[in-house]
């Protein structure tokens, strides 16, 4: 933990991000005076100012040399005003890895991992824990749909704490226990290729301590992969037959549990989709090391609704669902389209689609097309460039470019286009609405929704 008598007052540049929110909060509520700002308002700035932080919206370099240590997001680039600003007034820089490598080397963490679904099943852990009593300090990625599910930064139980590869965050971390939901490319701006992101994982491994535990995915040949390169126990779960926890998915859409061929439990999750049964699956896992018994994890998870942007339902138009989702690899919209046909059975699909970042849309042009051509309709905005420019990658066309003859692709320039394009689709009846990718477009889903009434 960072010395509160050395840095007393802790500046986050970046605060209203997913991961930095419940950093600062964490902080806050051990007695750091915490200031932060933002490029714009949003809710969670209002929810750290509820907890006593100075959360502003706009950036602001004189806010930021009254701090005694400033905590960037990896978004936000060494010449940002208030870095530089800091750096001038002496005041030490760190970046959120940093910050949050020294929140887990003051408590017991257990760290989430994984290419795809971190945020659900670090929340879901962390459902699952608070149900058994062991008061779970979770520091998530994401923000829960359900006030049950409500952040409580100060508790002092376990750490559950999601743990991102991007920038090689989780080397910088001291898990207890480690789960691996996944492992597949991704990040290729911070990696050179998918042998450096396993070699990156493996050393997140090795971190683990003598008592420590690996939690794989045994139905991911990514993270199994890993196996032969951990010197602690390994623990496995999926839906594969040599999972230690094994479900085993019924028509009615409930999961049988076995431990190791015993039956265990029997589980009806409340979230669509294969991937949240593998992600309710690594939680209950996890939890079991800490006590919990299988039928308390298993009742616990069933009352979890999800995670912001994660097939969140916005409302419907004309009779049209309409969900916004944080998506924005191929395997994630697969399994997006995957839980939807599950649950909106009969409905026709329309997805929006914003890529995220240049390079990715580049690398994956090929493998979105085919991921979009699941949809009945695919609506194509123009990439969201976060930290890129033009020139680093490709923009939507590439993906149109690749898409399979018959795939309905088309390209729309921007928000007004695409929610007057789903607008009129929608009106048909029949459908249901998809707003994808990690850029903004998730408020877009709102528009259509606002527009009806």
Not at 41 to 58: C, I, K, M, Q, Y
Not at 60 to 76: C, H, K, Q, Y
Not at 259 to 276: E, I, Y
Not at 284 to 295: I, K, R
């Amino acid at each position: 933990m960072i010395p509160r008598q050395l840095h007393p007052v802790v500046h986050f540049t970046g605060i209203g991000g997913a991961g930095m929110a419940p950093l600062a909060a964490w902080h806050a509520a051990r007695g750091f005076r915490v200031t932060g700002t933002d490029r714009q308002e949003s809710s969670n700035l209002e929810w750290l100012r509820g907890l006593g932080v100075d959360a502003r919206a706009g950036h602001d370099p004189a806010l930021a040399v009254r701090s005694t240590l400033l905590v960037r997001t990896s978004a936000v680039a060494e010449d940002h005003p208030e870095v530089a600003a800091a750096r001038h007034a002496g005041i030490p820089c760190v970046r959120r890895a940093e910050a949050l490598g020294e929140v887990t080397r003051s408590g017991r963490a257990l760290c989430v991992a994984g290419t795809h679904g971190k945020t659900t099943t670090t929340l879901m852990l962390g459902r699952i824990l608070r149900e058994a009593g062991l008061e779970p300090c979770v520091i998530p990625g994401g923000v829960p749909t359900e006030p049950d599910d409500a952040l409580v930064p100060g508790a002092s139980g376990p750490m559950v704490v999601e743990t991102d590869e991007f920038d090689r965050t989780f080397l910088r971390l001291f898990p207890e226990t480690a789960v691996v939901t996944n492992l597949e490319e991704d990040h290729l701006d911070c990696y050179r290729d998918l042998d450096d992101l396993r070699d990156a994982f493996g050393q997140f491994l090795s971190r683990l301590p003598f008592h420590g535990r690996a939690i794989l995915c045994a139905d991911d040949a990514g993270a199994i992969g890993l196996r032969g390169s951990v010197e602690v126990p390994v623990l496995t779960y999926g839906i594969d037959a040599e999972a230690d926890l094994r479900g085993v998915e019924r028509d009615d859409g409930a999961m049988d549990v076995s431990w190791k061929g015993v039956r265990a439990a029997t589980v009806r999750l409340g979230v669509p989709g294969r991937h949240n049964r593998l992600n309710a699956l690594a939680a209950m896992l996890a939890a079991s090391l800490e006590g919990v018994g299988w039928e308390a994890a298993a009742r616990a998870v069933e009352g979890f609704r999800g995670a912001r942007r994660r097939l969140d339902l916005a409302g419907t138009f004309s009779g049209c669902p309409v969900y916004d989702d944080y998506a924005h690899h191929p395997t994630e919209i697969e399994a997006t389209l995957q839980a939807v046909r599950e649950t909106e059975i009969g409905r026709k699909v329309a997805v929006v689609f914003q890529p995220h970042l240049y390079s990715r849309t580049a690398h994956f042009a090929a493998g979105f097309a085919s991921a979009l051509a699941g949809a009945d309709l695919a609506l194509l905005a123009p990439v969201y460039p976060a930290r890129e420019t033009p020139d680093q990658g490709v923009g939507s066309e590439g993906i149109a470019s690749r898409a399979p003859s018959g795939t309905p692709i088309e390209l729309v320039a921007g928000r007004v286009d695409a929610v007057d394009r789903v607008r009129r689709v929608a009106r048909e009846g029949g459908w249901v609405v998809l707003f994808v990718g990690a850029g903004d477009v998730g408020s877009w889903a709102f528009d259509l929704v606002e527009a009806r009434a």
